[in-house]
């Protein structure tokens, strides 16, 4: 299968938690003899950040306006699936292009899918629009349970499907290294993710002095008063995300307020560390007892004396570590991603070609 991706970076993990979803999709997807052209937007931000200059699994290009994609247009016309990317710049017009120039199924791969929706809701048509969903042959979505069908039945598209985030488990091994922290969190800052971050990391490390703590991740407004016992780490390249969940005792898990309203839209966050058997404290969201068992696997908290108490027990956090990474190595590996992307790119195909046969029989 030829694949066509324009995603919002591939090269930098800076600020955004795109690139290490697409690394470990891309990095499965051709390790099935598939062959895949990576196309971003060239910008001072990444381009000044960049952690990945030659992927071996992926062709990866850079473009700094949309009419330069006729650069590659050949390829995304002969492609077997072209891929446009949530947050992408221009991204309707580049839908727009994509639509007419390939021949193959086109998609739209939502990793922000409850902001997306809500941007939608707003009028705010920054890189979707009402009117090119139904032109997308498949709309894979960040975002499960009853989104799904109100992406088709509210938007128009002939065909949703959750494609979650995931793990390359050889990138997230469990490694032994002497604990460092009680409670991390690793995640740029959002606005929308900043009271979740207080009532369960910051309050917490106010009420246990004698504990250590660790955020690490960009663009964090200077005005925040940290606890002298909560280190700060600006920028931490995936390259050391592995050592950094290791040396948590747990980490935690916080998510944004529409992704909250609309369940099943699990971080990235959420399978690297479990892959790591590091335990995580997760705040909490109709569907994430689907993904990992509350008690055994995951530990949900709703305020800051839950995870105050979590953090002050004996309880066995190795144990619920052990058994999150056997969830992950079960069903949410990048290896399952590329198969479900797989088979829905196939099932998107067939469902075109009929269209096309009653099309032309008319």
């Known amino acids: 299968m030829k694949l066509v991706v324009l995603g919002l970076s591939l090269s930098s993990s800076w600020g955004n938690g795109h690139a290490t979803t697409y690394r470990a999709l891309l990095k499965a997807f051709a390790a099935g003899g598939h062959d895949i052209l990576f196309l971003e937007r060239d910008v001072p931000w990444y381009r000044n950040n960049r952690d990945i200059a030659d992927p071996e699994y992926c062709e990866l290009q850079f473009y700094e306006a949309v009419e330069q994609l006729d650069r590659w247009r050949d390829e995304i016309r002969d492609s077997d699936a072209a891929i446009v990317g949530s947050y992408v710049p ?35 048509f920054e890189y979707l629009s009402p009117e090119i969903i139904p032109d997308y042959d498949l709309y894979l979505s960040f975002t499960g349970g009853p989104t799904l069908p109100r992406i088709e039945r509210q ?27 009680d409670l991390t969190y690793l995640g740029t800052y959002s606005d929308d993710r900043q009271p979740a971050l207080e009532k369960l990391l910051i309050e917490p490390a106010r009420r246990l002095p ?45 998510t944004r307020a529409d992704m909250i309203a609309a369940g099943w839209s699990p971080s990235v966050r959420l399978f690297e560390a479990a892959a790591c058997a590091t335990p995580v404290i997760s705040d909490t969201w109709s569907g994430i007892d689907e993904l990992f068992e509350p008690g055994r696997e995951i530990v949900l908290a709703e305020g800051s004396v839950d995870v ?55």
């Open 90 to 124: 221009d991204g309707v017009e580049i839908a727009r292009y994509m639509q007419r120039t390939a021949r193959g199924v086109t998609v739209f791969y939502d990793i922000d899918t409850p902001v997306t929706l809500a941007k939608l809701e707003r009028g705010d």
């Open 308 to 362: 105050s108490d979590r953090l002050a027990s004996m309880d066995d956090a190795a144990g619920i570590g052990r058994a999150a990474r056997s969830r992950i190595l079960a069903a949410h590996t990048s290896a399952h991603r590329a198969a479900e992307l797989e088979q829905y790119i196939g099932e998107a195909a067939r469902q075109l070609e009929r269209s096309e046969l009653i099309a032309a029989a008319e």
């Open 210 to 254: 004698h504990l250590k703590f660790c955020v690490a991740g960009p663009q964090y407004p200077e005005h925040i008063d940290w606890p002298p016992n909560v280190e700060r780490i600006d920028h931490l390249p995936p390259a050391k995300h592995a050592e950094f969940y290791a040396a948590s005792r747990y980490t935690l898990n916080v």
């Open 155 to 181: 938007y128009g598209s002939p065909m949703a499907r959750a494609l979650y985030c995931s793990v390359d488990p050889d990138c997230y091994p469990p490694l032994d290294v002497p604990k460092k922290w």
